[in-house]
């Protein structure tokens, strides 16, 4: 039998959200962070415009893409990559820059997927206390080892939603050694800005990398696109680890007519931002502890990992998915993506209805 190296073997593989519903339930999923609206109409018009072209390979340089995102973000396009959703970008991030000799730091509640990410490239996982759902800095500096590689933050975090200021992020990159490689993950980046002061400028030091995604505020997970600006000696290494074919030329023409329709992303944020505090406020009401989000999705304490349990099996016998938390080292949370007003509404009344009904 052919058998896969040990490390592969002995991994489990990355936990995507179960969308099994019982049967005969309609599903309502809060679970992936998707986008409550449906991508801009321009992005859907670009995209059906470039099928008949189907039988040519996309653009290996995302030219048009790319030229979108530099005028809107008033960066230079040579400095962007893009990949086959921001996970392509991160994978590959960890394939050129960290291996068996090295270490990959992360925040104790990061994103998982950068521990799955370390796992296959067999590098040590190393995690840094945060100071409850938000994080340390100083923890980050601490756990820091001689064989650190690279450090992941999530700015703003999933699944924490807690976000990191700029003079925060400034402090760690300048007490981390040069060689270690910095990765800001903005994948929520676009609900934070008005908070946010922008960091794409501490690329030009040369160790710091800062990703994006159009699967949030851009409506478009299902296009996978994800970009980031890379200093150009770890663009020139990323290259060589990428598929050179990695984005479909619909998914290209998409996401560049989304990013040159600002106005209808902004709206998004602005609608997403109106439920999420509603949603807060009402969870609060309700008992539920809830910590400010700058995302697209509200943390929920439910006291223990128990309680949390029977609340998701609750609302996922009724067909409403919400995200335990356990992967992430939060077993007492559970994460809710603010979907329509209609969805997020349903999800909090049957909450109630648990609660009423003794949270059995
Ligand atoms: C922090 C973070 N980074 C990256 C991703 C992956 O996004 P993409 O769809 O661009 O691969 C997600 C998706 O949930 C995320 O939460």
Not at 206 to 235: C, D, E, Q
Not at 285 to 293: C, E, I, K, T
Request: glycine share 8%.
């Amino acid at each position: 039998m052919t058998r896969a190296l040990p490390h592969i073997a002995a991994m489990s593989p990355y936990a995507l959200a179960d969308m099994q519903a019982p049967d005969g339930v309609d599903l309502i999923s809060l679970s992936q962070n998707e986008s409550l609206r449906a991508p801009s109409p321009l992005a859907v018009e670009a995209a059906q415009a470039t099928l008949a072209q189907g039988m040519l390979y996309p653009d290996p340089d995302w030219t048009n893409l790319r030229a979108a995102i530099a005028s809107v973000h008033g960066v230079d396009s040579a400095n962007i990559l893009c990949g086959n959703g921001s996970l392509d970008l991160i994978g590959c991030l960890v394939r050129a820059f960290a291996g068996p000799a090295q270490a990959v730091l992360a925040p104790a509640h990061a994103y998982p997927f950068f521990r799955t990410v370390a796992q296959m490239a067999q590098a040590r996982f190393d995690t840094a206390p945060e100071d409850g759902t938000t994080v340390s800095v100083d923890a980050l500096l601490a756990a820091a080892q001689p064989d650190t590689g690279i450090v992941f933050v999530a700015n703003p975090g999933n699944p924490t939603g807690t976000h990191i200021p700029r003079a925060d992020l400034d402090r760690l990159r300048a007490g981390l050694r040069d060689d270690i490689l910095l990765v800001i993950d903005e994948a929520y980046g676009e609900f934070a800005d008005h908070q946010a002061v922008a960091c794409f400028d501490m690329i030009t030091a040369g160790n710091t990398v800062v990703l994006r995604t159009f699967s949030k505020a851009y409506g478009m997970a299902g296009f996978r696109v994800g970009w980031g600006l890379f200093p150009p000696h770890i663009a020139a290494e990323m290259r060589k680890v990428m598929n050179p074919n990695n984005i479909s030329a619909a998914a290209q023409a998409g996401a560049a007519a989304a990013m040159r329709d600002q106005t209808y992303m902004r709206q998004t944020c602005v609608m997403t931002a109106q439920i999420r505090e509603e949603a807060a406020t009402a969870l609060c009401a309700l008992g539920f502890m809830v910590d400010p989000s700058f995302t697209n999705f509200v943390l929920m304490d439910m006291g223990d990992a128990e309680r949390a349990a029977r609340a998701d099996a609750f609302l996922r016998k009724r067909g409403m998915f919400l995200r335990a938390q356990g992967g992430a080292g939060l077993p007492h949370m559970l994460r809710m993506t603010v979907g329509s007003l209609a969805d997020t509404q349903r999800a909090i009344a049957l909450l109630d209805q648990w609660q009423q009904e003794g949270s059995t």
